[in-house]
């Protein structure tokens, strides 16, 4: 007969399990997002440069692609989502990661411009709305699993590791690009290097899919099913899904802006090298990593409206400051160094209760198709299209303060619509 010891020890591995299982195909579509990001010059110059485009209007076609795979994020929230919500968390995420292991690795082999014309920006960008398909269904069943395995006082902490995995996969492509970066001549990585990161998905994506097969299905799912309950009330849901993206509208501009636009601007518009855009952005990611976690256990203790609102808030302040210091030449690399570390932690605070905090907004029996359309569509808003909006704008006005503005306004909003959270949904048990 099992002891109540034995059984809370199995209980705690089947969470741990859940915790692995949930985050890991996150860092593989980080990652890979991260890579992208990174090397958005490299690209651009491969697959959208021809004789007649010049060096900006191939990165906004870069970034274009981009915001292209975004956009069909929400999608793959809508399709994978109503999936999960009724047969399973388990064998969604595992097609989920089939999916997004390979489309990743087929950026890794594609033809160039160089080889094979016009066609070449049609493959890439075909592979990466596959990408935002796989993406799409990746956030709402990975932070459903981590919630619903989660005890009830630690639902903040498990679903920020959701985001602190997504701190990993970007400082895993900013490393990896960095080192290709120092090791290799320009020729090379502009010929293959580049290619590397997006190779090495595979055999990240083979160690995600052993991990996601041992995994077991929710207790909440299960207990659901059981009851065979009714669907979700879609005008309750619509609802929750836009005040949603309200909340997570900061996140999403100035996590990219700060975390993965920030090397084709500083190099863009300010004229740094490769490697200098390269460190700024590790430090910046280092920043978020770092406080990830904190503000998630914080908001076990306090709430996830204090802790995310004063993220939004401090974004408005210092983003202009910040920006102006990176833009002055007479600064050194230290405080400049201070400054982009400043903005990715200030960004963790809103990246760590996040997750739960949208769980805690849907009943089991909506959220993966909720929280997944929240998140997908706030991203393909104010994440996908970042990169785009504040290169157009800046070639267009010539004012290199929009990074700021952009951020600032979003932030700002996410602030008042953050003020309507009810303070004591942390304590309160997930809806079925």
């Known amino acids: ?46 697959f959208f440069s021809s004789t007649s485009t010049s060096d900006a209007e ?127 001549s320009e020729e090379a990585l502009n010929d293959w290097g580049w290619r590397v990161p997006f190779l090495v998905a595979l055999p990240l994506g083979l160690v995600a899919l052993w991990l996601r097969l041992k995994l077991e299905e929710t207790p909440n799912f299960a207990r659901v099913q059981e009851r065979e309950p009714e669907p979700a009330a879609a005008g309750e849901v619509a609802k929750a899904i836009a005040l949603g993206i309200g909340r997570l509208m900061g996140w999403s501009a100035a996590g990219y802006t700060f975390l993965v636009v920030m090397p084709s601007y500083l190099q863009a518009t300010l004229n740094a090298t490769f490697q200098q855009a390269l460190v700024a952005t590790v430090l910046a990611n280092l920043g978020f990593a770092l406080s990830i976690l904190p503000a998630g256990w914080l908001s076990d203790r306090i709430g996830r409206r204090p802790v995310m609102a004063t993220g939004a808030a401090l974004v408005v302040v210092l983003a202009l400051p910040l920006m102006n210091l990176l833009q002055d030449k007479e600064s050194g690399n230290a405080a400049k160094g201070i400054a982009v570390f400043v903005a990715g932690l200030v960004v963790g605070l809103m990246a760590g209760p996040g997750p739960a905090m949208l769980a805690e907004m849907f009943p089991t029996r909506a959220r993966y198709t909720g929280l997944g359309l929240a998140y997908s569509l706030s991203n393909a808003v104010f994440s996908g299209s970042a990169g785009l909006i504040i290169t157009e704008l800046i070639k267009r006005t010539d004012n290199i303060d929009i990074p700021a503005w952009y951020v600032m306004v979003t932030c700002a909003v996410s602030v008042g619509a953050l003020l309507t959270l009810r303070g004591d949904d942390y304590r309160r048990e997930l809806r079925d």
Not at 10 to 35: C, H, K, P
Not at 89 to 113: D, E, F, N, Q
């Open 58 to 184: 191939s990165l906004i076609k870069t970034y274009a692609s981009f915001a292209l795979a975004f956009f069909f994020r929400p999608i793959g929230a809508a399709v994978f989502g109503r999936v999960g919500d009724r047969i399973g968390r388990r064998p969604t995420l595992i097609l989920v990661l089939l999916l997004m292991a390979g489309s990743t690795t087929l950026i890794g082999v594609l033809p160039t411009y160089e080889t094979i014309g016009a066609a070449a920006p049609w493959l890439l960008t075909l592979v990466r709305a596959l990408q935002g398909l796989s993406a799409g269904g990746e956030f709402g069943g990975a932070v459903s699993i981590m919630t619903e395995f989660a005890p009830k006082t630690k639902r903040g902490l498990y679903g920020a590791w959701q985001s602190f995995t997504v701190a990993l996969g970007l400082l895993a492509g900013a490393g990896l690009a960095a080192i290709l970066a120092t090791t290799l």
């Open 1 to 46: 007969m099992s002891t109540p010891a034995a059984i809370g020890q199995v209980g705690a591995a089947r969470t741990r399990r859940s915790l692995v299982a949930g985050t890991v195909g996150n860092f593989v579509e980080w990652y890979e997002f991260g890579a992208y990001g990174f090397f958005a010059t490299v690209i651009a110059a491969n």
